[in-house]
T-cell receptor, first 110, second 118 residues
Framework: KNEVEQSPQNLTAQEGEFITINCSYSVGISALHWLQQHPGGGIVSLFM???GKKKHGRLIATINIQEKHSSLHITASHPRDSAVYICAGKSQGGSEKLVFGKGTKLTVNP | NAGVTQTPKFQVLKTGQSMTLQCAQD?????MSWYRQDPGMGLRLIHY???????DQGEVPNGYNVSRSTTEDFPLRLLSAAPSQTSVYFCASSSRSALRGYRGQPQHFGDGTRLSIL
């Protein structure tokens, strides 16, 4: 079993829909990253959070440390949001190591 | 700032050849790391460095060497390429202040190197 699990693996939505991608982890972490990988392969860091909620534009990330669960929400989805979204847990104890989920492929149709 | 620069973008090698993947960052980041990405698997850490002169192994270090002689550069060496090392390789860097909650981009990634070993 992977230490970081994402669901769903694939997600297809219509433009304008509200999107939720989930991330659960079985190891202790000090923070969780959400990343976006574009169809061309480039990876962009979206959020790093250790508690509560963060918002950037139409993207919202939440985390519940006790339940070991994080969600990434996209409001008013757009075809340009089509990408692979990856969550990664940052190890506790001062290490900077990240453990990655396998990613959620999102396709937003016009 | 150029961010994180990886070269080359594409490379084809024959089994047994050696090569070095280059990674450079101009943001004075302390932390640099190398990942490989394979179909159906998440990014996996190969080696990482928390500062010049300091490196450590990640999850899948076998067959790879690294060194960090300067803050800016973190090359990844394949000593004797094997078909199992066919993958897309990403270099990333981050600042300790960002990782501790400073409101900046936590991780900066290079554009990747697509490596095929025949």
């Amino acid at each position: 079993k992977n230490e970081v699990e994402q669901s769903p693996q694939n997600l297809t939505a219509q433009e304008g829909e509200f999107i939720t991608i989930n991330c659960s982890y079985s190891v202790g972490i000090s923070a969780l990253h959400w990343l976006q990988q574009h169809p061309g392969g480039g990876i962009v860091s979206l959020f790093m959070l250790s508690s509560g909620k963060k918002k950037h534009g139409r993207l919202i990330a939440t985390i519940n440390i006790q339940e070991k669960h994080s969600s990434l929400h996209i409001t008013a989805s757009h075809p340009r949001d089509s990408a692979v979204y990856i969550c990664a847990g940052k190890s506790q104890g001062g290490s900077e190591k990240l453990v990655f989920g396998k990613g959620t492929k999102l396709t937003v149709n016009p | 700032n150029a961010g994180v620069t990886q070269t080359p973008k594409f490379q084809v090698l024959k089994t047994g050849q050696s090569m070095t993947l280059q990674c450079a960052q101009d943001m004075n980041h302390e932390y640099m790391s190398w990942y490989r990405q394979d179909p159906g698997m998440g990014l996996r850490l190969i080696h990482y460095s928390v500062g010049a002169g300091i490196t450590d192994q990640g999850e899948v270090p076998n067959g790879y060497n690294v060194s960090r002689s300067t803050t800016e550069d973190f090359p990844l060496r394949l000593l004797s390429a094997a078909p199992s090392q066919t993958s897309v390789y990403f270099c990333a860097s981050s600042s300790r202040s960002a990782l501790r909650g400073y409101r900046g981009q936590p991780q900066h990634f290079g554009d990747g190197t697509r490596l095929s070993i025949l």
